[in-house]
Nanobody, 117 residues
Framework: QVQLVESGGGLVQPGGSLRLSCAAS????????MGWYRQAPGKQRELVAM?????????NYADSVKGRFTISRDNAKNTVYLQMNSLKPEDTAVYYC?????????WGQGTQVTVSS
C-alpha cells in the first residue's frame, strides 16, 4: 500500500504564492512519475504538472500554468513539489497529488487551494 501525504494548501490573495508538497510512503519499490492534478468546483479534474522518469525525464504543464508554476522533485525523498506563483482566482481548486509507483497510479486525498481577496 502506498500513501501520498500532501501539504501546503491554503488561502492566498491573487498574485501570491504557495508551495505544495507531496511525499510518497509505504510499500514503495519504484516511482516512475509524480505530479499534480486539480479539480475546480463544477469542473473535471485536469492535469496541472507531471514529471515522468525515463527517456531523460518528461515534464508536462497545463498551458494555463506555464510560466507561473514549477514542478520539482526530490527522488531520494520520494517527494514532488509544486511552486505556484502569480496565483489567480481561477487557480482555486482542490489539488491532487498523483504518483506512479511500479506503474500503478496512486492518488492523494487532495489539498484545497483558494485564491481570493
Amino acid at each position: 500500500q502506498v500513501q501520498l501525504v500532501e501539504s501546503g494548501g491554503g488561502l492566498v490573495q491573487p498574485g501570491g504564492s504557495l508551495r505544495l508538497s507531496c511525499a510518497a510512503s509505504g510499500s514503495i519499490f519504484s516511482i516512475y512519475g509524480m505530479g499534480w492534478y486539480r479539480q475546480a468546483p463544477g469542473k473535471q479534474r485536469e492535469l496541472v504538472a507531471m514529471f515522468t522518469s525515463g527517456s531523460g525525464g518528461t515534464t508536462n504543464y497545463a498551458d494555463s500554468v506555464k510560466g507561473r508554476f514549477t514542478i520539482s522533485r526530490d527522488n531520494a525523498k520520494n517527494t514532488v513539489y509544486l511552486q505556484m506563483n502569480s496565483l489567480k482566482p481561477e487557480d482555486t481548486a482542490v489539488y491532487y497529488c498523483k504518483a506512479l509507483v511500479g506503474g500503478y497510479p496512486y492518488w492523494g486525498q487532495g489539498t484545497q487551494v483558494t485564491v481570493s481577496s
